[in-house]
């Protein structure tokens, strides 16, 4: 056999063990990639992704996109091929594993995981929005949990309301644990609540509940922690004074709040937020209106740009990295709360864009 030919052969056979060892190779990597993005003023599968009722509405124009990032699912083994094209594709992040999901997760924990995030970021999505434009949102702390075998267990219900802990009122969720945590491990603390069925009846009745009960109960010792426990999970409940629903199925996790809350206010709001413009973004929101950071930044901004994009509305803790890439045509204008937010759109809508707060890259 001809010297060249050999070589080719061998050249071409090593060629072929490489491209199966890239395939059946599995390497602890995911990937990350632009995933939707939605106009939360517009429709999706056929209906409004911001439904009101119960309250004036006002028309909308232009656009207020959520987006999204696409990832691999946590049960899903990439191989060393597919690592190596991420790694060199310019719209997508190759990122370990773990850094997607720590402590081995499964799919099923972080799909209900999201899904619990998303649905606290649309009621955090109302508040804020509501309190930013001076409308009455009532909100009480009440129990979320109740652990099975703790000693909150049969004296404490999920629903009832958290008024005090040992005397000290109660103003938002955070409270419980540190009330509670004050005290030594097998120490009494005493929970002043109303009842869920009390709080229930009184709701209904759009009335203000008026009997109480002082609830005595002995703590534990953690077990991650010596700290004092009484097993319950606290958590924030909402009174709107008119209906706001979201749909929007298929999306998971905290960073839509922001373009949620911004796409309620327009609605109730008679000057038209957006002026015509197509802006998009992300960030999560709280009930007080703080825009928090997100993840996938540069896969955001990507699948925004791309949708039609001219601004993006960019969480103030994100803008380092955003700025690091920014997609040509796409403005990012930085945000640290909601009304940050609205003051940036409506020097937007006005024309006055040198003046927007700005991302840099340092």
Not at 333 to 349: G, N, Y
Request: hydrophobic share 35%; net charge negative; proline share 6%.
């Amino acid at each position: 056999m001809p010297r060249r030919t050999a070589t080719m052969l061998a050249s071409t056979l090593m060629l072929i063990a490489l491209l199966c060892a890239g395939v059946l190779i599995k390497v602890p990597y995911a990937e990350m990639s632009p995933g939707p993005t939605v106009n939360t003023l517009g429709d999706h599968d056929g209906e409004p992704v911001l439904q009101i009722s119960g309250h004036k509405t006002y028309p909308t124009t232009g656009n207020l996109n959520m987006t999204t990032v696409r990832v691999t699912s946590a049960d899903y083994k990439m191989n060393l091929a597919e690592a190596v094209y991420g790694w060199l594709a310019h719209d997508n992040i190759v990122v370990p594993h773990d850094t997607l999901y720590p402590d081995g997760k499964t799919e099923q924990q972080s799909s209900q995981e999201n899904a619990e995030e998303f649905s606290e970021s649309q009621e955090s999505a109302k508040v804020a929005a509501l309190r930013e434009l001076h409308l009455p949102v009532k909100s009480q702390v009440i129990v979320s949990t109740v652990v099975k075998g703790d000693p909150a267990e049969g004296k404490l219900h999920a629903g009832d309301v958290i008024k005090e802990v040992d005397g000290k009122p109660v103003k938002d969720r955070t409270d419980v644990a540190k009330f509670v945590t004050e005290h030594d491990p097998g120490e009494s603390v005493t929970f002043t609540v109303v009842p869920v069925k009390e709080a229930a009846a009184a709701e209904k009745a759009d009335k203000e509940p008026t009997r109480t009960e002082d609830i005595k109960i002995t703590t534990k010792k953690a077990e991650d922690a010596d700290r004092a426990i009484v097993g319950i999970e606290a958590g924030t409940d909402h009174t709107f004074p008119f209906t706001i629903d979201i749909k929007l199925a298929d999306v998971g996790g905290p960073s839509a709040g922001l373009m949620f809350a911004l796409g309620i206010v327009d609605k109730l709001t008679p000057e038209d937020l957006t002026g015509g413009e197509f802006v998009a973004g992300t960030g999560t929101i709280d009930d007080r209106g703080k825009v928090g950071p997100i993840g996938g930044i540069q896969m955001k901004t990507v699948g925004a740009r791309a949708k039609g994009a001219q601004y993006f509305l960019t969480p103030k803790a994100n803008c380092a990295a955003a700025a690091s890439d920014v997609p040509d045509g796409l403005t990012l204008v930085k945000v640290d709360t909601i009304h940050d937010a609205v003051r940036a759109l409506k020097k937007i809508r006005e024309g006055d864009t040198d003046t927007l707060p700005s991302c840099s890259a340092r």
